[in-house]
T-cell receptor, first 111, second 115 residues
Framework: QKEVEQNSGPLSVPEGAIASLNCTYS??????FFWYRQYSGKSPELIMS????GDKEDGRFTAQLNKASQYVSLLIRDSQPSDSATYLC???????????FGTGTRLQVFP | DTGVSQDPRHKITKRGQNVTFRCDPI?????LYWYRQTLGQGPEFLTY????????KSRLLSDRFSAERPKGSFSTLEIQRTEQGDSAMYLC?????????????FGSGTQLSVL
């Protein structure tokens, strides 16, 4: 079982819709969770972090965490074509300082 | 530009040659990470420094790979006797001290092609 799993996609949504990106992780004691956006040919860029169960909102982005289900998600409201990118889920373990990344979900927002 | 800087941006080498990459982190960031990314995959952890101390190294990293951060500022990653399987994007990231120390800021990467 991979440590961090994501559906590779592509996830295609129309402009203005809500895009929902999902991630599961295997280490039950993971404490910190991150979403990175990576445009084609560019390096990852941090867009959200979440540490507690529940929702965290930042502009059009909402991160959701459910530690009991070992599940973290990212919602993008009012999706724009400029949101088209690969979204990487990253998880930090309890006693380690490294981030483990999933393979990423490619999001396509069409006009 | 105060972001993470990596040099070179691209490197083409022949199998068996040694290569060295450099990373300059954001100033005052005391943590520095090296990751490797291949097409369609997420970044894979290689190693991590806090100041000049190398605190963690991936078990998947062969002895051909070595990294240093001699004065706690810039870092170098050397690959000896390169193999075609080493072809990848090598990403450096740094993070600040304190409560945000898990938030990584990535450089533009060094794309390595081994022929």
């Amino acid at each position: 079982q991979k440590e961090v799993e994501q559906n590779s996609g592509p996830l295609s949504v129309p402009e203005g819709a809500i895009a929902s990106l999902n991630c599961t992780y295997s280490d039950r004691v993971s404490q910190s969770f991150f979403w990175y956006r990576q445009y084609s040919g560019k390096s990852p860029e941090l867009i959200m972090s979440i540490y507690s169960n529940g929702d965290k909102e930042d502009g059009r982005f909402t991160a959701q965490l459910n530690k009991a289900s070992q599940y973290v998600s990212l919602l993008i409201r009012d999706s724009q074509p400029s949101d088209s990118a690969t979204y990487l889920c990253a998880v930090n373990g309890y006693n380690t300082d490294k981030l483990i990344f999933g393979t990423g979900t490619r999001l396509q927002v069409f006009p | 530009d105060t972001g993470v800087s990596q040099d070179p941006r691209h490197k083409i080498t022949k199998r068996g040659q040694n290569v060295t990459f450099r990373c300059d982190p954001i100033s005052e960031h005391n943590r520095l990470y090296w990751y490797r990314q291949t097409l369609g995959q997420g970044p894979e952890f290689l190693t991590y420094f806090q100041n000049e101390a190398q605190l963690e190294k991936s078990r998947l990293l062969s002895d051909r790979f070595s990294a240093e951060r001699p004065k706690g500022s810039f870092s170098t990653l050397e690959i000896q006797r390169t193999e075609q399987g080493d072809s990848a994007m090598y990403l450096c990231a740094s993070s600040p001290t304190g409560t945000d120390n898990e938030k990584l800021f990535f450089g533009s990467g060094t794309q390595l092609s081994v022929l």
